[in-house]
Every structure is written in C-alpha cells, then in structure tokens.
C-alpha cells in the first residue's frame, strides 16, 4: 500500500542558512542591462583602419619620455637628503632636527608617488609588447617587452601567456583568469535565508564562525581590510598562488613553474627565460643593496616603495575594469567573444593621470578587449568610433576611481550560478538584470 502522505522535514534534513536573510528587490528598479548581440565583425568594422598600424618608432618615443621622466626623478630624489641636511629652520614649534626629518619624508614620499607613476606606465607599455601593439615585429615586441617586464619584477612571458588567456575569455565563469567572481558556496558561505522563510534568521545551528563571517560581510572596517590587503599584495598573490584566479585550477598553479595548467609544455623555455629576467632584476638589486650608500634602505627609497605603488596601480586598473555591478559574467551557454569584449568598464582616472601616465589604459579598455593589437596612441580614436556602433553597450564611468573602489569592494559580494549573472551585494541584492534582445535565441530561461 502506498502512502500519499508527505513527509515534512526535519531539523537534520531542512537546508541550512547564514544568519543572514535576502532582501526583497524589484528587478524593475534595477540596472536593465541588455545582453549585446554583435558580432565581431560588427565591432572590428567600426574601427578606422588607420587605427591597426603600429609604429615601432612611435612606441619607442613614449619608451623614452617615460624613462626620461623615470632619471629626472632619480636625479631629484638624490638631493632630498644633502639639501634638507643643510637646512636651519623650523616649522612652529618644531625642532630643526624634526623638521628636517618631516621634510625628507614628505620629499621622498612625493618621489616615491610619482616615480610610481612613471613605472606603471613602463608597465603599461610592455603589457603593450605583449600583445603585439608596439611594433610590427614580433622580436623586438617580445625584446623589450622582457626588458620592460624584467626591470619590474614581473615575468614576460609568463604572464603574456596568462593574460593572453584572460583576452581569449573575458567574462567567462570557468575560462577567464583573473578577478573571477565567486559564489557564496566558492567563497565557503552559506546560502542567504529566503525572503520568504520567516523563521529565526540566528539558530541553536548557526555557528559562531557563521554568525562572524556574516557580520564581516557588510563591515567597513573589514572591508578596508580586504582593500589593503589586495592592494598591497594582490599582484604578488595572483602570480604566486593565482589568487582570484580560477577556482578549480590545481592547489599550486602559479606564473613560475613551467608545468604550471596555465602553461603548455612548448611555452617552457619562455616560462625559464621569464625567471631569468626576474633573477637578473634582483641580482642588480642585491648588488646596488651591497654597494649603495645607505644599503638597502637607497634600494627601498628609489625603488622599492614605487615598486610597491605601481603594484597598487595595476590591481586597482584591473580590478575596476572588470568589477562592476553593472558588468554581467557569463556561463559557457551564453558566452561569446564579443559579448566577452564588451563586460569591462571605461574609467576616467584622475584627470591627467591616466591618459598622460598610463596611457590610458583605463579610459580605453572597451576597445583594448575589442582589438588588443591597437597601440594605445591610437586607443583614443578606435574608442570613440567603437561607441557609436556599439551605443548602449558601451559602459563607461568618470566618477572619482578611488570612490569607485570603495563602493565596489561593498557591492560586489557574489555572484549566483545563473547563466547571465551580475555581482550581489550581502544581502544578496544584484546591481543588475540582464534583458536579453529580440535577436538573441540561446535556449536559456533567464527568469527565476
């Protein structure tokens, strides 16, 4: 005999929630953001055709001024300590000792900001030789490139490979290599309670390392944390341990290992050659650390901290490139190339800054993604002619950069397994809803 009654559930089988429950949202209200149907000759075909070429002379020209920029700040800085040194006067009630010290700290402060600058923008432009854009030969692109990237710390060819990789997939949930958005579960929390579930949103099973991880969601001061620390440590994080980078890569997946997922076996040598240029950069180091005046505190000084400023610079640009409420992730059933192109952001940043520095390469990304071997001298004209194909897909933002920070280390969260999906604040609130246009036919229900 079969029984029709329904078996309710009980505490060891009922799902288990965050102390923490959904708010309620109209998705009317929210961010409409229209799925583009392009495709990729719809986007290269907008682009001037005087817009492709490259010019090795040209790009050796912003080589130049960058390094000339780079010595003139040297030169500077090293008549910090001889001229404070010979001051005798005070500021208010200060002592000239105090004041001199607080000068030189202000100077070499100064120096190590804007010599950040000028490395991120050296940065910018072997990141350019790694796609080809700095000149028409493919030797000496990957030449300089190296040199480039080697005086800087960074392994060429190494992460050429990997970001070559991230161009290939931008967007993609499973593909793409760098600031991968996470889902609750990935990120090892539990799922919000629904907004319909009234029950204790706290219970005898909640866990105090539930209940802790929750409160910390939303928490300012933790999320400073979070920010100075992927500030700070972002960049070396990613190339040493692939942090947010791809989840299901193996445990020790990073840029130096020569068999590392990231890598096929006939990129070997160019991994090797990558850690020479990186082991020659330190030996020069070690060595100006061992004959240098003040040791390594001269090595610290002149090039150390702006090393460290231009770490924050990259992670900060790749960061608020592709994070974003308004940015959609795909899954593999709707992801394509163009649409890939199209979820990442334009951003203003700090007026001269960005164009003049880093050769805008926040102000023009929409259009890198599009066509990476466009050189950044020509980015500028390639944009606008891009917008006006692409109008309402283009996404651009010209608010403060650093506002933009804070707001998005607040509001991206998670994401939810969803075909189009869009980062979620903590309580579970998407900055976006993606509306599919009259042309597109893939098969998947987006409606929940």
Known sequence: MVSDSVEKPTSETRP???????????????????VPDLSMQDLLSAIPTQCFRRST??????????FAQAAVLFYAASWIDPLTQDM??????????????????????LYSFCQGLVFTGIWVLAHECGHQAFSPSKFINNTVGWFLHSALLVPYHSWRISHARHHAATGHMTRDEVFVPSTREERGLLPLRPVTD?????????????WLAELLEDAPLYNL??????QLFGWQLYLLFNVSGQKHYPRYTNHFMPNSVIFDKRHRNQIIMSNVGILLTLTVLWTWGRHASNGWFDVMRYYGIPYMWTNHWLVMITYLQHTDVKLPHYHASMWTFPRGALCTIDREWLGFVGPWF?????????????????????????????????????????E????????????????????????????????SVAV????????VVLSD
């Open 16 to 34: 288990r929630y965050a102390p923490r429950k959904a708010k309620s949202y109209d998705t009317d209200k929210l961010h409409q953001y229209v």
């Open 436 to 443: 599919l246009s009259a042309g597109t036919d893939s098969g």
């Open 57 to 66: 002379l040209h790009s050796s020209m912003y080589v130049m001024i960058d």
């Open 358 to 398: 880093f050769h805008g390469i926040a102000e023009t990304h929409v259009l890198h993604h599009v066509s990476s071997r466009i050189p950044h001298y020509n980015a500028w004209e390639a944009t606008e002619a891009l917008k006006s194909r692409i109008g309402p897909h283009y996404m651009k933002s010209t």
């Open 400 to 431: 403060n950069v650093f506002v933009s920070l804070w707001k998005t280390i607040r509001s991206c969260r998670y994401v939810e397994n969803e075909p189009v999906t869009f980062y979620r604040n903590a309580d579970g609130v998407p900055g």
């Open 225 to 230: 944390l979070e920010l100075i620390i992927q």
């Open 88 to 109: 005798h006067w005070s500021f208010l009630s200060m002592s000239e000792e105090s004041t001199r010290s607080a000068l030189r700290f202000i100077l070499w402060g």
């Open 198 to 210: 009234d029950s204790p949103v706290v219970t005898d099973k909640t866990t105090w390392s539930e």
